[in-house]
């Protein structure tokens, strides 16, 4: 009966549309004034344009169909300058770090932030007024009603949105296109990534110039890289690096584990794979990361399933004018069971060794991961990470090293104040926690996945030409 009433609806629909389009014949002896003929201009909107009716998407109904995508950093910028115009603002507040903030947000989205940001703002001057009335004998329902108290012209000048409102509003709304599988922006800096020095500036030249300053690229013609496959043992700072290049370049964020899109269900991974590469034309520049990408990606044999999966990826990944502006980063500790057609130019067409790191970048591994922690004046790190007993270390293995020391010094600051001593030392994390710390933890890479992992790189160096 609905489908019934639907059809009914679009017929009726049409006909009313083809009506518009004739030109109603004009009688000689009528009024000139009668003769003006009306316009009617038929609008439609949609968020599903394929679920239309293909009759109407046909010349002489919705002739012209615009694409309204999601807006960019620069967009979102003067979509939030528009919405504060009439509001009262700090002058410290920074729109450009917050439009850099909010990727994947729609102008609803940005309308909420600013509502929330408000709110905030009001609650920030209640909460004072609270406290400046706590000092003094009120009952406490009167301290409940101070909401419906009047305001002051103190408060009223005091009220005013500032930077603290808009990053605190920004944790409450969650943006529309987050929910259809856009990531948060990964608070990974260049600085986060000891090592992979190689790495970065590859990365540099393939991806990260060419989002920040696309313009260049094509003043000179020439079409960059936007396919990238990094391959080798596990640990090593692989999706580590993905996540750096998504914050340096301030491009929106698509991470798929490649195993989350496997479906039993006929058909279904490869929409999937459809959706994530229609949401990142939608919100160029993307990034899309497939972590694991050898699960979608595994040599054509008699497995229907992964052909098709494998197939509806190559599509999408093609070089073509639609893939400008989004960018394809691959991660795989498997790099020998992938089909070999992704890994063409024009698709993963960079591939990447990420070998275990060496004396040098072990050090700065270890300096990178101790930033943040209160390291005694004794650990030298460059000892440390040159020693033969952190040899074959990977960064993960480093990473453990580091918390299993800050692990000893936090037992024992506890012990220590489990004690009865009002002479309370600090206990920074010293060289014998390291001591202690490496007796326990051994490569996680064995000797036979090195040479494997050793070998292979050495046959894909010869087999895939470093594409520049």
């Keep these: 009966m609905q489908k ?14 083809d009506e518009l389009n004739k030109m109603p014949s004009l009688d000689s002896d009528s009024d000139s004034s009668e003769k003006k003929l009306g316009y009617v201009l038929v609008i439609g909107a949609t968020n599903r344009p394929d679920s239309l009716d293909r009759a109407l998407r046909r010349p002489g109904r919705f002739d012209c169909e615009i694409a309204l995508g ?14 504060i115009k009439k509001l009262r603002i700090d002058g410290s507040v920074d729109l450009q770090r917050i439009a850099k903030s909010t990727p994947g947000f729609v102008g609803s989205d940005l309308k909420a932030l600013v509502n929330e940001a408000g709110d905030l703002a009001m609650k920030r001057i209640i909460d004072r007024r609270t406290f400046e009335t706590s000092t003094q004998e009120m009952e406490n329902d009167r301290k409940k009603d101070l909401w419906k108290q009047p305001w002051t012209p103190e408060d009223l000048s005091n009220l005013h949105i500032i930077m603290s409102d808009l990053e605190e509003a920004v944790k409450f709304v969650q943006p529309s296109l987050r929910r259809e599988g856009f990531s948060s922006i990964p608070n990974v800096k260049w600085d986060d990534v000891g090592g992979l020095t190689e790495l970065k500036n590859k990365i540099v030249r ?14 000179y013609d020439v079409k960059s890289q936007t396919g990238f496959l990094m391959y080798g043992p596990p640990g090593c700072g692989k999706t580590l690096m993905a996540k750096a290049v998504a914050n340096e370049s301030g491009a929106n964020f698509i991470h798929i584990k490649g195993p989350e899109l496997l479906n039993k269900f006929v058909g279904e991974s490869e929409k999937a794979v459809r959706t994530i590469f229609s949401n990142a034309r939608t919100c160029k520049p993307c990034i899309i990361f497939f972590d694991e990408i050898d699960a979608l990606t595994s040599k054509r044999g008699k497995d229907s399933g992964s052909v098709c999966v494998l197939n509806q990826l190559l599509g999408e990944i093609n070089g073509s004018d639609e893939m400008r502006g989004v960018y394809v980063i691959g991660a795989t500790n498997r790099v020998d069971v992938i089909d070999e057609a992704i890994l063409r130019p024009g698709r993963l067409g960079k591939v990447v060794y990420v070998s275990l790191p060496n004396a040098e970048e072990r050090v700065s591994i270890l300096k990178t991961l101790a930033r943040k922690k209160p390291i005694a004046a004794d650990v030298d790190f460059d000892t440390i990470g040159r020693s033969e007993a952190c040899n074959h270390f990977s960064g993960a293995d480093l990473a453990e090293l580091m918390n299993e020391a800050a692990s000893i010094a936090i037992h024992n600051k506890l012990l220590a104040a489990s004690d009865d001593n009002t002479n309370q030392e600090s206990f920074p994390i010293n060289a014998s926690y390291f001591e202690q710390a490496l007796q ?9 996945e090195r040479s494997y992992y050793e070998k292979l790189s050495q046959k894909l160096s010869l087999k895939i030409p470093d594409h520049h």
């Design 4 to 17: 019934d009433m639907e059809r009914r609806i679009v017929s009726q629909l049409l006909i009313c549309m």
């Design 70 to 83: 999601v807006p960019d950093e620069n967009a979102r910028q003067t979509i939030l300058s528009l919405l």
């Design 206 to 219: 393939g991806f990260i110039q060419n989002i920040k300053s696309p313009e260049v690229y094509e003043e």
């Design 440 to 448: 326990t933890i051994s490569p996680s890479v064995s000797m036979k």
